[in-house]
């Protein structure tokens, strides 16, 4: 039989029943897939128990033939196939929080996957000229930091985070819902291309042929969680992709991000829900993700925030701005109890304190003072 190790990886991947968490299980079994197509039909069985299709698929090695045709076009269009023991395997797909990353990917470029900063942008496919301005502006800002940009490749924000970061000299992988003998949408054909020519990537779980369907995108969504060491969330309406991929994010033990918007704007909706339910840090510009992330603050830019001169504080600013230079740093719920306000009160208002640039927002739901007495 065919030596090439992808041959059996890829076939290991395609077989009916097996996903990536019962993939994972048993790789850590099991970790040359060779070795598995070897094992005899009475451990096949006792493995998977009443699952005998899957036993009977693997021992009659019957996803060979299009195991073989994959290799045949990887080879043809010059396709890296990336097995998790791989080094060249992004590691934080291996990280034990990921339970249910995949163990095989496609990439079409050259890309570092394991660059030492990775960020995934996301947001709507109705992106507003607002939400892709501030998408560059971020991106822009990040441009000294040799962060690689990691997003979807759809409409909207994910295309304003791509052509931001090449724009700026910036990796960016596109994460792809299908198989690499495609692009889609259509229209970003060209984007792809010049995403693969300018040191990025194409990456994909899907072998080539795979129809396009509606429910890969969300478990895309997953790997876009799992490369980024943080999740920004720059325009989303109340329900989409961009908030599964946030979700994901933070089950991943990923830190998430949100622009904040206007309460009366349809894309906004979802930022603002995120940021007001404590499931995401509110930034407004690079160096807010790069304070959330742990990453040193440009030298050549300021925040973006000006604080006005003249400064006149409500009753219960004055007294939040008095507790936070006493104690530097305090949580959102002390915060409360010490002002005597309910969570959801403190929390608008601590919102609305970092819209005008007095506090900021911190990891972990706390906050310190930016305004000068």
């Known amino acids: 039989m065919n030596n090439d190790p992808r041959l059996y990886a890829i076939a290991l991947t395609l077989t009916p029943g097996l996903g990536s968490i019962s993939l994972r299980k048993l790789l850590d079994i099991y970790p040359d897939p060779a070795e598995i197509f070897a094992l005899p039909m009475t451990k096949l069985r006792e493995l998977f128990g009443s699952h005998i299709d899957i036993a009977e698929a693997i021992h009659n090695k019957s996803m060979m ?16 196939v990336l097995f998790r023991t791989d080094d060249n395997f992004p590691r934080r ?30 947001g709507s496919r109705k992106a507003t000229v ?16 040799s962060v690689c940009v990691v997003s979807g490749l759809a409409y909207g924000i994910d295309t304003a985070a791509h052509t931001a970061a090449l724009d700026c000299e910036l990796p960016t992988v596109a994460v792809l819902g299908h198989g690499l ?9 060209g984007l792809a291309q010049r995403i693969i020519e300018h ?76 940021i007001v339910d ?44 008095d507790l936070l230079v006493d104690r530097d740093v305090m949580l959102l719920d002390d915060l409360a109890v010490a002002c005597g306000q309910t969570l959801p009160r403190m929390a608008a208002t601590l919102l609305e304190m970092e819209l005008r640039g007095l506090v900021q927002a911190l990891p972990g739901g706390r906050y310190q003072t930016l305004h000068k007495k």
């Open 65 to 80: 033939q299009r195991s073989q045709e994959e290799i045949d076009f990887v080879d043809r269009y010059h396709i890296q």
């Open 181 to 189: 003998d495609r692009i889609y949408p259509y229209q970003n054909r």
């Open 199 to 274: 040191g990025g990537a194409l990456l994909t779980e899907y072998t080539a042929h795979t129809p396009i369907s509606a429910g890969n995108f969300p478990a895309r969504n997953r790997i876009i969680a799992a490369l980024g060491d943080g999740t920004l969330v720059v325009e989303a309406a109340r329900k989409g992709g961009a908030l599964i991929t946030a979700a994901i994010a933070g089950s991943y033990n990923r830190e998430v991000m949100a622009v904040p918007g206007r309460p009366t704007d349809t894309y906004s909706e979802g930022c603002n829900s995120l």
């Open 278 to 321: 404590r499931r995401a840090s509110i930034v407004r510009n690079a160096d807010d993700v790069a304070d959330v992330m742990g990453w040193p603050r440009s030298e050549t830019t300021s925040s973006g925030v000006q604080q006005e001169m003249f400064v006149q504080l409500s009753k219960e600013e004055q007294r939040i701005v």
């Open 130 to 145: 607002h939400g892709k301005e501030m998408t560059h502006r971020i991106v822009e800002g990040l441009r000294d930091k």
């Open 93 to 122: 797909l291996n990280s034990s929080c990921c339970t249910d990353a995949p163990v095989l990917l496609y990439q079409h470029g050259n890309c570092d996957l394991n660059a030492t900063r990775t960020l995934a942008v996301v």
